[in-house]
């Protein structure tokens, strides 16, 4: 079995991301494009709605949900997940009153859950302003592979050691690089918006999510963490190769060969196919730490940088 994982948008003007396992259905972080350029980006990765039987929601700023898109997901009969403090925003929607009435409304709390397709999501309690969510997801386990993990944080001021706890060891790894500091202070933005975004409850800045990623990489095995994407960068008050940067830095210095992707706001990108690790073979303690599979593939790539156009694909 594989996992795709892409990211169908990211940044301040719409958010979305597909995690799907073959041979089952998948979910979508966030439907924060509209009906048709989700469609669109949908079909890039050779995907569509039919695939699609949940969508799990980080907050309900503008740029993560998208009200015509609710209304796609009542016809479609999908489910939405959502925390409970999310309901007081979203309770004025028309579509989501629809799903409500359906019985297609779940609401999460801290502990993790099964969505229909088989996923196990584990909700990670992100610092912005509004109830923010990160999810750390995992695939089936199917006999002699171990479940492939996906790490999402992205709108999120500041980061805690726990948050890190939470997302070591996933497969793919994906965290806001909104900012590059400077940028930000000269970018002309009122007073007010500037300070928000540079605090504790706004968005990640380059190092900081670069500490974050460090962090993380710590406390994960040497197989696990083969790719970094980079999410929700600003479009106005960062480049991606200031932030690919800072990525490349961090996984150098901790001697790691991962793949690093930029996300942008458009295309979809990346459009990531990981397959499964096989678990130790007991019966031979020789095997234990042998490089397979992706791994292999990660040995000889380092800390690549990819960009929008182009597509890996683990074999």
Request: proline content about 5%.
């Amino acid at each position: 079995m594989t996992l795709q994982f892409a990211v169908l948008g990211s940044g301040s003007r719409g958010n979305s991301a597909l995690v799907y396992q073959n041979g089952g259905t998948g979910l979508l972080i966030d439907i924060g494009l509209g009906p048709r350029v989700l469609d669109q980006r949908l079909a890039s990765v050779r995907s569509d709605w039919s695939r699609i039987s949940a969508v799990v929601l980080t907050h309900t700023h503008g740029d993560h949900i998208d009200p015509a898109t609710l209304q796609v997901m009542v016809r479609r009969a999908i489910v939405l997940y959502c925390h409970e403090a999310h309901r007081e925003s979203l309770e004025i929607d028309q579509g989501f009153q629809d799903l409500d009435r359906l019985g297609l409304v779940r609401h999460y709390d801290g502990q993790p859950f099964l969505a229909p397709s088989g996923f196990r999501v584990e909700p990670i309690p992100l610092r912005h302003d509004g109830p923010t969510f990160g999810f750390r997801i995992e695939s089936v386990a199917r006999r002699r592979t171990r479940a492939i993990g996906v790490g999402y944080l992205a709108d999120c001021g500041s980061w805690s050691e726990s948050m890190a706890d939470s997302l070591a060891d996933v497969d793919v790894l994906g965290v806001e690089f909104n900012h590059d500091v400077a940028m930000q202070k000269a970018s002309g933005r009122s007073p007010a918006l500037i300070a928000r975004n540079l605090g504790d409850w706004g968005h990640l800045s380059n190092r900081q999510a670069a500490e974050l990623v460090r962090s993380i990489l710590k406390r994960s095995s040497r197989d696990r963490v083969g790719h970094l994407v980079l999410l929700h960068l600003s479009e106005q008050c960062n480049r991606p190769e200031l932030a690919i940067h800072e990525a490349r830095e961090v996984v150098q210095d901790t001697g790691r060969r991962i793949l690093i992707h930029a996300a942008r706001q458009t295309p979809a990108h990346p459009n990531l196919i990981v397959r499964p690790h096989r678990t130790v073979n007991q019966a031979n303690p020789a095997t234990a730490g042998r490089p397979r599979g992706s791994a292999r593939l990660r040995a000889s790539a380092a800390a690549t940088a990819t960009l929008p156009g182009l597509k890996l694909e683990l074999p």
